[in-house]
């Protein structure tokens, strides 16, 4: 599954709004000041939510990820996404989960 732009910026948003609430209340516990608090929280948020949108375009054009495509089952560095509200790709989750660990504790 590729990460689509707009889902990107869509969980980039949802993850800052939880982590500017919880930068500005400790902020604000810390200092007593209520403007201070918003205005490092709005900071805060404008630029992460930036930086995290950059981060999950680059990971997902990454050469790691691309090349995880062509390994073998038994590779550790293998990544496959599931559409995990669907009960055939849940148990194929699971099997790949048990296949990825038991190739990492074979003797060899």
């Given at each position: 599954?590729?990460?689509?732009?707009?889902?990107?910026?869509?969980?980039?948003?949802?993850?800052?709004?939880?982590?500017?609430?919880?930068?500005?209340?400790?902020?604000?516990?810390?200092?007593?000041?209520?403007?201070?608090?918003?205005?490092?929280?709005?900071?805060d948020?404008?630029v992460?939510?930036?930086?995290?949108?950059?981060?999950e375009?680059?990971w997902?054009?990454?050469?790691?990820?691309?090349?995880?495509?062509?390994?073998?089952?038994?590779?550790?560095?293998?990544?496959?996404?599931h559409?995990?509200?669907?009960?055939?790709?849940?148990?194929?989750?699971?099997?790949?989960?048990?296949?990825?660990?038991?190739?990492?504790?074979?003797?060899?």
């Amino acid at each position: 599954m590729t990460e689509s732009r707009s889902r990107s910026l869509a969980k980039a948003v949802s993850y800052r709004a939880v982590s500017s609430l919880l930068t500005g209340t400790i902020f604000f516990g810390a200092t007593q000041r209520v403007r201070m608090a918003v205005a490092l929280a709005l900071i805060d948020s404008i630029v992460k939510v930036g930086v995290f949108y950059l981060h999950e375009r680059a990971w997902t054009k990454s050469l790691l990820v691309k090349s995880n495509r062509n390994r073998p089952a038994s590779s550790p560095l293998r990544f496959k996404s599931h559409d995990l509200s669907n009960p055939e790709e849940q148990l194929e989750a699971q099997k790949f989960a048990v296949e990825t660990t038991t190739a990492q504790f074979q003797v060899r």
